[in-house]
């Protein structure tokens, strides 16, 4: 069995964790997630937190108790504290802004690319910075992946949007003869 799923995970005083069939719905105070639970995994809230177990001894109940344990620990500090993404932003001319609940970037295309920004996300423009903000994981990250997918940074010259962290291995390019 998992690591994460051994221990019982911790709910916050102003968290609430419902269990009503195969969803699990934990309120707090940014908002409310829901997830469906697989038929493998078993959840109980108990006295001193949410206890994930799985049913059976299949291989798949073996590879989802753990998976469903992070998941609900990600759900709890998302209602709690929230993720934040950064993305930086290289490159002469390339620029972003948000207007209303649009993302407008300039990215050295013929046109201008906008993105509608997901609902219950928070954008926040800076200077070569781009904050997303929300409270689900998965819609933080997915909505900042599809911004990187649309610049990814180039080895020769560094270019394009990247994660603030990330590290882009650079290459050499063309010797003169």
């Given at each position: 069995?998992?690591?994460?799923?051994?221990?019982?995970?911790?709910?916050?005083?102003?968290?609430?964790?419902?269990?009503?069939?195969?969803?699990?719905?934990?309120?707090?105070?940014?908002?409310?997630?829901?997830?469906?639970?697989?038929?493998?995994?078993?959840?109980?809230v108990?006295?001193?937190?949410?206890?994930?177990?799985?049913?059976?001894?299949?291989?798949?109940?073996?590879?989802?108790?753990?998976?469903?344990?992070?998941?609900?620990?990600?759900?709890?500090?998302?209602?709690?504290?929230?993720?934040?993404?950064?993305?930086?932003?290289?490159?002469?001319?390339?620029?972003?802004?948000?207007?209303?609940?649009?993302?407008?970037?300039?990215?050295g295309?013929?046109?201008?690319?906008?993105?509608?920004?997901?609902?219950?996300?928070?954008?926040?423009?800076?200077?070569?910075?781009?904050?997303?903000?929300?409270?689900?994981?998965?819609?933080?990250?997915?909505f900042?992946?599809?911004v990187?997918?649309?610049?990814?940074?180039?080895?020769?010259?560094?270019?394009?949007?990247?994660?603030?962290?990330?590290?882009?291995?650079?290459?050499?390019?063309k010797?003169?003869?």
């Open positions: 069995m998992s690591r994460l799923a051994k221990r019982p995970i911790p709910v916050p005083a102003k968290t609430e964790v419902q269990i009503s069939g195969t969803s699990i719905s934990v309120k707090g105070p940014k908002g409310t997630l829901t997830r469906v639970a697989s038929p493998f995994v078993s959840v109980a108990g006295p001193e937190g949410v206890q994930v177990t799985k049913k059976g001894a299949s291989r798949e109940a073996q590879a989802t108790v753990g998976t469903y344990a992070s998941h609900i620990r990600n759900m709890i500090e998302g209602v709690n504290a929230g993720f934040t993404k950064k993305l930086l932003i290289e490159g002469v001319g390339f620029k972003w802004d948000v207007q209303g609940k649009t993302l407008n970037l300039s990215l295309f013929s046109h201008p690319v906008k993105m509608d920004i997901p609902e219950g996300l928070t954008v926040v423009v800076e200077k070569g910075a781009l904050a997303i903000a929300g409270f689900d994981k998965e819609v933080v990250g997915q900042a992946a599809n990187r997918a649309l610049k990814k940074p180039e080895p020769y010259k560094g270019k394009g949007i990247r994660y603030e962290g990330e590290v882009i291995r650079r290459k050499q390019g010797k003169a003869a």
